[in-house]
């Protein structure tokens, strides 16, 4: 009997001392690698294999065994979406789920101000970790190339350089809540049109400088921890499993320690998936699995059939290891995590955030006998046309649609600031529901929408059109792209008969794209307001009233008419391809590069947009007029707001190198700086740009390289209005 008491009493010692010895991988003050490592041998195969492909919609496996949490995705880039269900896309109806929408990144980029993307970055990172995500799917970086591109209200614009700018402040926000960014869609998923399979034939040069620096800068700078991967094929490899593109630049030559991530469904050949660089398989259906059967989780690519690989032998065993150690890493990093932040959701601060950014991203495109600003109180009767001055625009436009705790709309803040009696409003047009993958129509019709707008419009002081494109399919949205670079839903006619009606018509457009113009020398004033999220009415009506000064960029170029873009002056192959393949012909000469090499005129330029204030540049100087590759120089200028209204200017450098080996963009911008200035004020600008910046990428060499000899530093306001130049001589 003592026997058995004193055996008991033993064990349960054993067992005690067995639960309080503390794992390392548990251990949070033990480095990551070495928990890492810790947790990784102590994993079955199954287990690790188990981490490597979704097991719902949004999320993947952890290890209940031993403690470590699953991964939780989430949609990005704009706000946290809705809880979905287990294996549905539709709303899960959750209450607790509905979020701040931030302006769209279009937005974000036309503000030209990194420390408004850091911001945005926590301020999302914030929401994201409250509703408990382990990674937001987010930002996205591809390049504006053609205006039809469906998806580019989520991307940062033409430039690589402002691209990269922007999108690493936005990560290390993101990261610093203890969330992971997935800088999205790696790489060349610059159209919707079948983005799925579209072959993309680039030349190193293009990819190197155009398409992948901003890439790089998520990576090496921002530090990214998670990148997804995109629909289409490089070089005859889809993107999700490419070699060139994960294995030897992504892992290889930029040393990225972080998790690929598939695009929804992207993933088409565990081969392929378990060698080219992929680690975290999630879908939709994925192919073969394109009807919804019974739980499809299992036969994912890189679930079963890899686990039946890696006990055949055909894989290699340190290729299951690299992927779990990353999303060991990725768990580590971020909900194992001792010094993980605690988030908050739909703030007043987040607010406060998602306004400033939309105030300094609307962009002035033209104001005529300053049309703009209008006070409260200036006019009697102003009529306000057109179905986004109500319409919800942030449902819609595919995964980055939001369910938002609230979104001011146009017409009720304009109501709240101008009065009731000042206001009257009337439709205008009118587009159909935002249906995912389909096309709807309005009911109403046209005409009578056009003759109750003109009686309004006639019969007021001002007209403010509000219209542009919005987030149904063919609109600024995925799976598709636009059909033609006009707007939309009779928008045009719409115009034309409110300036028969009222020639005071200023035109107002929100929207993620350019688009065309063909009334631009009839109306007074037109402004650029993009998707501005939650705070779209206040931001708006602040810009329009005056108690915010305009300061916005546009981070893309506006065509006079399609043929002038870069692409689409190629044919078809060039853009959208004949469906199998597709021939970026115009190489490196994307958006402005395009326009200013080959002397064709924008409507409105890359970098430009007007103020309620003037500014003056003086002569730009520089430190020295000769350097090295290895150089700094440092350019320097006074600039001064010569108006009567406190404003900020984005003065912008661009460089250009008029003899060349290769072919040169007439110029490339390499350094910008916002400075706010109060009326009358003076400031001296110094800015830093660094020669290697004026290096171009060299194929046969594979690498970099500063050609020596005379560089032009050209100091603008916009890619078109140069106030100054100097020159550099590179030794
Ligand atoms: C989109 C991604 C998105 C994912 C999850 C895909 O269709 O391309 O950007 O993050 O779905 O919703």
Redesign the pocket.
Known sequence: MKFVFLAIAFGASLLVSAQQKTPVYLDVTKPIEERVENALSQMTIEEKVSLCHAQS??SSKGVPRLGIPEVW?D???HGI?EEVFWDE?DGAHWTNDSCTAFPALTCLAATFNPELSLLYGKSIGEEARYRNKTVL??P?VNIYRTPLNG?NF?YLGEDPFLSSQMVVPYIQGVQSMGVAA?V??FAL?NQEEW?GHINVNVSDRALYEIYLPAFKAAVQEGKVWAI?G??NQLRGEHCCHNDLLLNKILKNEWKFDGVVIS????VHSTDQAVKNGLDLE?G?YTNGLTSKGTFPYSEYYLANPFLKGIKEGKYDVALLNDKVRRILRIIFRTTMSSNRPFGRFVSPEHSEVARKIAEEGIVLLKNDKQFFPIPAGKYNKIAVIGENATRSLVIGG???SLKVAYEASPLQILTAKYGKEHIVYSLGYASGAAVYGREENSKLNADSLINKAFDIAKNADVVLFIGGLNKNHFQDC??GDRHSLDLPFGQDKLIDALLKANKNTAVILASGNAVAMPWIDRVPAIVQSWYTGSEAGNALANVLSGEVNPSGKLPFSFPKKLEDNAAASFGKLAYPGDSINEYYKEDILVGYRWFDTKNIAPLFPFGYGLSYTTFAYSKPTVDMTETTAEGTVKVSFTLTNSGKTDGAETAQLYVSKPKSAVTRAAKELKAFRKVFLKAGESQTVMIDVPVNSFAYYNEGKHGWEVEPGSYTLLLGSSSRDIKGKVEVKVK
Do not use: I, Q, V
């Not at 695009?263 to 992207?266: L, Q, S, Y």
């Open positions: 919609k949004f995705t949609d990005g880039p979406r896309w799917l987010g996205g998806r989520e997935c999205k869609h998923n983005r997804m995109s629909y695009d929804w469904g992207g999630m939709t595919g995964s980055s995925e799976g």
